[in-house]
Nanobody, 125 residues
Framework: QVQLVESGGGLVQAGGSLRLSCAAS????????MGWFRQAPGKEREFVAV????????YYADSVKGRFIISRDNAKNTVYLQMNSLKPEDTAVYYC??????????????????WGQGTQVTVSS
């Protein structure tokens, strides 16, 4: 069992930066691939980024590539999402999620086993 708690969301102006954190409980955190998803009002949840258990592999949605960086610290049971050059279209609730293996389907929320409650990110123009 893994419990996830996101933090670090808030209101920021376009062009600014935020760093989201996702703290996990459970001794098996280091075995899970960790992903970030987001959901804007009236839109479907979408994949943002994923990182393998060893940090050896990372993948990003095209919409955030070059602006967002996903990382993790297994000693602290925490995964991060550094968001730079934020745009109003990045406004959404951001969720972290855990997947037992990176494998295939890491873009699909249905393939993840555990989810956090989400943190709101609002980017003003």
């Amino acid at each position: 069992q893994v419990q996830l708690v996101e933090s670090g969301g808030g209101l920021v102006q376009a062009g600014g930066s935020l760093r989201l954190s996702c703290a996990a409980s459970g001794r098996t955190f280091s075995r899970y691939a960790m992903g970030w998803f987001r959901q804007a009002p009236g839109k479907e949840r979408e994949f943002v980024a994923v990182i393998s258990w060893s940090s050896g592999s990372t993948y990003y949605a095209d919409s955030v590539k070059g602006r967002f960086i996903i990382s993790r610290d297994n000693a602290k049971n925490t995964v991060y999402l550094q968001m730079n050059s934020l745009k109003p279209e990045d406004t959404a609730v951001y969720y972290c999620a855990a997947k037992q293996t990176l494998g295939s389907g890491w873009q699909k929320g249905g393939r993840y086993d555990y989810w956090g409650q989400g943190t709101q990110v609002t980017v003003s123009s």
